[in-house]
């Protein structure tokens, strides 16, 4: 399995580096400190996985969509120090396949590697947690909708949203903004193709990572 370290801290390609290494079964076959060195060896350097902190200097997001599309083939793993949860569903939705913290141990961190370069998404408990804990359920997040545009939704798509987020049906809805369900049912489609989502939990996941709502409302509904 061919492995490209991409990391701006030396003493952290080092150590996964020496943890690859000593596992066999990887062949480190480059390591970049920057994206333009990444995009360079991906060019050159065919591989299974590129292991990447996309957070560290010189890296950004933008690099991961850049890196997928000179190789559709090679997966991406990333891993980076804690993050929000709406950081982890970009991510995931640029390209990045695998994701867990710096600091999950050494069986997890080879296993992602193991388990990416296979083509399976794999996360660390850690990385998980964080992304439940804002209502979002990876398997609800569109992969082949991601685009660099901005989302531009009207006052009455985000108006709409933050009621659907509240758990309003769509003739609840109408009802209470004094629409016919018709209407109501086209913003709906719209808004769902704007963000790019597939089900209502998508419509949720967005009104709370851009905090239409608070994931506290959720917290609290369940006390209750």
Known sequence: MHVILADSNDLVRVGIRTILNSNGGFKIVGEARDKKELLEQIKNFPATVVVIDYTSAGFDIDVIPKITALDKNVKILAITPEQSAQTLVDALRSGVISYVKKDCDLGEIINAVEETGRGHKFFCGKILETIQRASIDVNDIDF???????????????????????????GQIAEQLFLSNHTINTHRK???????????????????????????????????
Do not use: H, Q, W
Not at 145 to 153: A, D, K, N, T, Y
Not at 199 to 208: D, L, P, Q, S
């Open 144 to 170: 082949e909708s991601f685009s660099c545009e901005p989302v531009i939704l009207s006052e009455r798509e985000n108006e709409i949203i933050i009621l659907i987020a509240e758990g309003l049906t769509n």
């Open 190 to 224: 719209n808004i769902m193709a704007k963000l790019g989502v597939k089900n209502t939990a998508g419509i949720v996941m967005y009104a709370v990572k851009t905090d239409l709502i608070s994931p506290n409302k959720f917290l609290f509904a369940a006390e209750v």
